[in-house]
């Protein structure tokens, strides 16, 4: 099956501008999770999506939000980028098949540069 | 709050030596943990998560709740196994929120 994608690859913006980005996952999969990755702060959490629901989010300020799509794709949005959010920005795909079977995938990542 | 320390970024053992990658946790109630492994120039993926209790690429992990730790353990190191692994904790960050919080990550180099 078609792993996760992630569009676009890669972005620069402006400070105070905003973006979205889009992942789709893999097919029959609810749960889509957002990630940040930075050299000095690592992997960090930002928040998960499920049937179009926001149901667990990080410690990101309101500018990073996102939204789910009825066929399970997501967004996520930050606005008035600063230059501390260039990162490389992963999404995840999930599903818990039983309470003791559960699958997760990676896109590739979509690099922000905020200059 | 809950808190991953991976006391080791780099660590590097002989092919057939045997692998321990260190994990302790902070968390206040029943944490559910996870390995994660990046391969160079591949994507991150999950390796385990320890409700399953199952070995994957021959590591296993056990949670230790008294001394808080899931060390990642694996007999014997192939050069395959060289990768950044990262440990993860899923705990309530308050009002029926799940917060997943990563550890800093350790490189494992296997030496030929």
């Known amino acids: 099956k078609a792993g996760v994608t992630q569009t676009p690859r890669y972005l620069i913006k402006t400070r105070g501008q905003q973006v979205t980005l889009s992942c789709s996952p893999i097919?029959?999969?609810?749960?889509v999770s957002w990630y940040q990755q930075t050299p000095g702060q690592g992997l960090q959490f930002l928040f998960e999506?499920?049937?179009?629901?926001?149901?667990n989010k990080g410690n990101f300020p309101g500018r990073f939000s996102g939204r789910q799509f009825s066929n399970s794709r997501s967004e996520m949005n930050v606005s008035t980028l600063e230059l501390g959010d260039s990162a490389l920005y992963l999404c995840?795909?999930?599903?818990?098949?039983?309470?003791?079977?559960?699958?997760?995938?990676f896109g590739p990542g979509t690099r922000l540069t905020v200059t | 709050a809950q808190r991953v320390t991976q006391p080791e970024k780099l660590l590097s053992v002989f092919k057939g030596a045997p692998v321990e990658l260190k994990c302790n946790y902070s968390?206040?109630?029943?944490?559910?943990l996870f390995w994660y492994v990046q391969y160079s120039r591949q994507r991150l993926q999950l390796l385990l998560r320890h409700i399953s209790r199952e070995s994957i690429k021959g590591f296993t992990a056990d949670l230790n709740k008294g001394e808080t730790s899931f060390h990642l353990k694996k007999p014997f190191a192939q050069e395959e196994d060289s990768a950044m692994y990262y440990c993860a904790l899923s705990g309530n960050s308050g009002a029926g929120s799940y917060q997943l919080t990563f550890g800093k990550g350790t490189k494992l180099s296997v030496i030929p």
């Open positions: 999506y499920f049937s179009e629901t926001q149901r």
């Open positions: 968390y206040s109630g029943s944490p559910e």
């Open positions: 097919s029959g999969h609810r749960s």
């Open positions: 995840a795909s999930s599903l818990y098949t039983d309470s003791n079977s559960y699958e997760q995938y």
